[in-house]
């Protein structure tokens, strides 16, 4: 399935209610077969609670939907220590039942959230759609694609022998290679070569409490608009230009990106009037903003045919756009507009290589030289702290230096190179069968980290976040709604499974308790630990809302 196909036609409501009632209808189902499997009696299949909207009855068993679509249940008979069943349900009775049976009973709901996604997964896969290719939009000049020769618009077919056709493809192949010489093969003007590369090692945070160790080379699929970074008293700074101005277009001709400025001002000569797009402060009030204005800048052309250094200035990369406030940036007094000079000695040319240090440093204490915009440099010893980044989903806290360079708005952004990615039912499943493990055990990191503190509780979320994010799903399309159910369900069975008393999770401990003791759980004990878990639940659902309205 492609990205074509829409949602849009329903709304957040209609959306949030098919998202519950499907993963709600496919645990209860796992419930329901498996009882009828082995021998319980189901009295009534319910989805949602509360009172009764429509429904039939079918042998022994009543099917309904209720009003409140926010959950489910499959009635039992003998579910409850209290309940009284005549003499022909007493050998049928859930409580009844051997352990074994009880435990595949259990352990059947949790299964279904489990394995459902692999099936939605297939149905995300199967088919054609649409993905980022290989073409190199941007290489960074400080970078290993760059010492190899790779340049933007080359396009990438093979990594030490395997195949890629999409970026993500790309990326996942120097997962573990780095740090030594990896062949890729580039199709450059419809021929093919081969150019060797040695990756730089780069360690990747993937959840709040996994991180991956992958080859970075240095490429961007993306095209990068050719924004400037201007010295004090340079020739740049001297015929009006300023840091963060965007070069639109070179004498009338229009520059999108790095790669077309390097082309016209390799066929210009004499003076360069340039267009530019500059952002200026406006106050309106106690509140400042920036609007972005066009300008005219004449700029007389200085050695060099590499674009910027032609206009006396240099990319913007190296520049500090924003510092985040109480980050170990802020604390040494690094200001938006200075530009970072060298890291430990080294001289810096790229962001990507300040981020590639960072990731390996950790909380280690490193040198830090920066020229400030009068033109002073300093030079400071400083270490990452923890920072908090916040998003519409909640917060999370991540080691940071807390400085960030430009990059484009969604606005500014280019259009990069699609491919059309065509993958059969075998290749689908195998794709589906490999992601869902894959997602188990990051959740139950997660759930590990929540416990031991190393996730922040503000990362929990409730049915208002949802709410939010099938609401979302209408205009991303069906792949994302689908994917967000997928990934709802398998956070729905690992939850499930935790040993927390009124979760299937716990009766299933209780099942194996018996079939080990011989004898079961004291009514009063289970009666008791129904109680905390409950207390338990309440607290935690009242945590993910208190989130949810907090964001």
Known sequence: ??????????????????????????????????????????????????????????????????????????????????????????????????????????????????????????????????????????????????????????????????????????????VGRFDRLIPLTIERDGKQQIVEVSPRKLIENTTPVESVERGQIGIQPSRKPAVVGVQPGSPAAQAGLKTFDRILAVNGVHTPDEASLHEQVARTQGPLELTVQRLRSVEAGTVTGRVPSVEKVTVPRQPGDDGFSALGAEPSDMYVVAVSPGSAADKAGLQAGDRLVAFNGETLRSFNVLVGELSKLKEKPFQLTWRSADGQERTQQLAQAPLTLKNKHGDTSELALGVRPWLPSSAELLPVDMVTVNL?????????????????????????????????????GGPVMMYQLASESADRGLDYFLSLMALISINLGVMNLLPIPILDGFHLLSAFWEGIRRRPIPVRVREMANVVGLILLVALMGLALFNDVTR
């Open 1 to 174: 399935m492609g990205p074509t196909v829409s949602v849009g036609s329903m709304q957040g409501p209609g959306l949030f209610i098919l998202l519950l009632g499907v993963l709600v209808t496919v645990h209860e189902l796992g419930h329901f077969l498996v009882a009828k499997a082995c021998g319980v009696k189901v009295i009534r299949f319910s989805v949602g609670f509360g009172p009764k909207l429509f429904g039939f009855t079918k042998g022994e068993t009543e099917y309904q939907v209720a009003l409140l679509p926010l959950g489910g249940y499959v009635k039992m008979a003998g579910d409850s220590p209290h309940e009284e069943l005549s003499p022909e349900d007493a050998q049928r009775g859930f409580l009844n039942a051997a352990p074994w049976k009880r435990a595949l009973i259990v352990v059947a709901g949790p299964v279904f959230n489990l394995v459902f996604p692999v099936l939605v997964y297939f149905f995300v896969f199967v088919g054609p759609h649409e993905a980022i290719s290989t073409k190199v939009g941007f290489v960074d000049p400080a970078m290993p694609a760059a010492a190899a020769g790779i340049r933007a618009g080359d396009r990438i077919i093979a990594v030490d022998g395997e195949k890629v056709q999409t970026f993500d493809e790309l990326r996942e192949a120097f």
């Open 424 to 460: 059969g039912p075998w290749e689908a499943l195998r794709e589906a069968v490999v992601i869902v493990p894959k997602i188990v055990g990051q959740m139950v990191k997660v759930i590990g980290g929540l416990i031991t503190q190393e996730v922040s509780h503000k990362s929990l």
